[in-house]
């Protein structure tokens, strides 16, 4: 394995903090925990970070609304500034552009710069939808880690970021299950879940940590220390926080979980090696469908998604670390 293995505690029983477990047993809510306490104490490490108070400009340059703030660097965020201005940027606001590139709403500001808003509705949603279908496979993550009951682990493997025109995003995962196929009903609640979810308004939290930390924070899952290791080159990981579930991604990641209206869980299909593929499709809060047209696309979306996908090589290699696991 890499170095940066060496730079976690070796020890494979302490893989959840003694405090939250007096077994041996690993469980996915004691998992959500620990991650939560790392997540939290390097969030108060950066922000302490932060000694004196230095104001930067903001400048507005939205069609509408123009402006300029006077805002604290490395600590106020876009969603800071669509507060300034009023509550329509600040409900349906998807992301943000700064300077040009797009920003998430929750990432501090860290220079003098030009601030505009994405929404779904705008000319030009490429950003937004592009930001929205990766958010929705986060909160797909979140449904499948917290579904299950604790005598079976869950380990999330990846959000496979395919092209819109899929019409579906998924997630790979290790449900440890064999010969397991999902009836209706048991699609239907994961579903319900991911609107109980969705409903809460949870922002998507960024943090870019160092690797070791990646690794000590996802120690209990091999496909995310593989990850890990992958980004590695890039010097820092990027983590999302929503609610309590921690994923890897680059971003950016839509503003709030409520920018979902409708979620449904199409399919759960095993892949060659032993993961499971979850597809699911969503509509944003802005957009409204005819049921009939809806199911069209469900019943679209629960077509096993097989063959040649932009990122098939990682399932390959996945299903070695599967394998070497096992």
């Known amino acids: 394995m890499s170095r940066l293995k060496s730079l976690i505690v070796p020890s494979v029983r302490c893989i959840v903090h003694r405090r939250y477990c007096s077994t041996e047993r690993v469980t996915n809510a004691l998992v959500t925990e620990y991650r939560n306490d790392i997540f ?11 000694r004196r108070l230095e104001k930067i400009e903001v400048v507005h340059v939205g069609p509408n609304d123009p402006g300029t703030f006077i805002m604290n660097k490395n600590l106020s965020t876009p969603y800071h500034c669509a507060m300034h201005i009023s509550e329509t940027y600040t409900k349906y606001s998807v ?36 930001s929205y279908w990766r958010s929705c496979a986060l ?17 999330l493997a990846r959000a496979l970021e395919l092209p819109i025109i899929k019409g579906m995003f998924v997630y790979d995962v290790d449900l440890g ?23 809460k308004d949870l922002p998507f939290e960024r943090l870019e940590v160092d690797p070791s930390l990646a690794l000590r924070l996802f120690q209990h899952n091999q496909y995310k220390q593989r990850e890990v290791e992958e980004r590695v080159q890039g010097g820092k990981v990027t983590l999302y926080r929503m ?22 869980v199409a399919g759960i299909h095993e892949l060659p090696g032993g993961l499971c593929r979850v597809q699911a499709v969503s509509l944003p809060h802005d957009f409204y469908l005819h049921s009939s047209v809806w199911n069209k696309l469900v019943k679209r979306a629960s077509v096993p998604l ?12 996945w299903r070695e670390t599967r394998s070497s696991a096992a």
């Open 139 to 155: 909160i797909l993550g979140a449904v499948i880690e917290t579904a299950f009951k604790d005598t079976i682990y869950v380990q």
């Open 306 to 317: 097989v063959g040649d996908l932009s990122t098939a090589g990682v399932d390959e290699s």
């Open 40 to 50: 939290e104490e390097e969030k108060r490490r950066q922000q302490g970070m932060v």
């Open 177 to 199: 299950l064999k010969d397991w196929t999902p009836a209706k009903d048991n699609l239907r609640s994961l579903s319900l879940s991911a609107i109980t979810m969705k409903s």
């Open 95 to 130: 992301l943000a552009m700064v300077n040009g590139e797009p920003w998430d709403m929750w990432r501090p500001l860290t220079e003098d710069c030009e601030l505009s808003f994405v929404r779904f509705r705008d000319k030009h949603p490429e950003e937004a939808n592009k």
């Open 243 to 264: 609610g309590k579930f921690i994923d890897i991604h680059d971003g950016p990641m839509m503003s709030k979980s409520s920018l979902v209206s409708m979620f449904t």
